[in-house]
């Protein structure tokens, strides 16, 4: 069983500061990780992925988020933020162990950019 | 490539009613996942199915119901809507052979049950 945990559930940040959306998973597998985003009455859009390789791995718009294996993290970071990336963010796990992956969603994290 | 279709975009219903809600996946996707959002409960897993076959679902009672046709179309059904029931309900597939987990969602069908 695998599980995501968004500790923030709201970041408010001004326009052209730095951001940080935390998400820490737990998994007895190895795992796949994303990151998603959806903007206000829309479906969710990939905004980027880690599968293997490189830990840092660079998205659209600007994010980019770092894999730590240790800390079971995959946080989220944008060193700017525009008023456009006000939306909803979810983090999201499935297991690297072939067959059938079951995707498992954390509850989301709201960035309120500020102007 | 058109990416994943749900009609309709927006409904209204009252209580007591059912609605159907449909999903047309990527072409090539043989798996849809079916998913409710509300403000409060955020994003929820009800069912997915590949191939005309449910493989996994989630806890939800049995007014919530899917199917998958031969094409990898996909509806879903609630029975007796309740209040509670007014949510964004999103589908997603994701593509055959590509095992990672990765989906593909629609823009979602948003339901008021008044």
């Known amino acids: 069983a695998q599980s995501v945990t968004q500790l923030d559930s709201q970041v408010p940040v001004f326009e052209e500061a730095p951001v940080e959306l935390r998400c820490n998973y737990s998994?007895?597998?190895?795992?796949?990780l994303f990151w998603y985003v959806q903007y206000p009455n829309q479906g969710l859009q990939l905004l980027l992925k880690y599968l293997s390789g490189s830990t840092l791995v660079k998205g659209i718009n600007g994010f980019e988020a770092e894999f730590n294996k240790s800390q079971t993290s995959f946080h989220l970071r944008k060193p700017s933020v525009h008023i456009s990336d006000t939306a909803e963010y979810f983090c999201?796990?499935?297991?690297?162990?072939?067959?059938?992956?079951?995707?498992?969603f954390g509850t989301g994290t709201k960035l309120q950019v500020i102007p | 490539k058109a990416g994943v279709t749900q009609t309709p975009r927006y409904l209204i219903k009252t209580r007591g009613q059912q609605v159907t809600l449909s999903c047309s996946p990527i072409s090539g996707h043989r798996s849809v996942s079916w998913y409710q959002q509300t403000p409060g409960q955020g994003l929820q897993f009800l069912f997915e199915y590949f191939s005309e076959t449910q493989r996994n679902k989630g806890n939800f009672p049995g007014r919530f119901s899917g199917r998958q046709f031969s094409n990898s179309r996909s509806e879903m059904n609630v029975s007796t809507l309740e209040l509670g029931d007014s949510a964004l309900y999103l589908c997603?597939?994701?593509?055959?052979?590509?095992?990672?987990?990765?989906?593909?969602f629609g823009e979602g069908s948003r339901l008021t049950v008044l």
């Open positions: 997603a597939s994701r593509p055959t052979g590509l095992n990672t987990g990765e989906l593909f």
């Open positions: 998994s007895s597998v190895s795992v796949y």
């Open positions: 999201a796990v499935s297991p690297d162990s072939g067959g059938y992956q079951k995707v498992t």
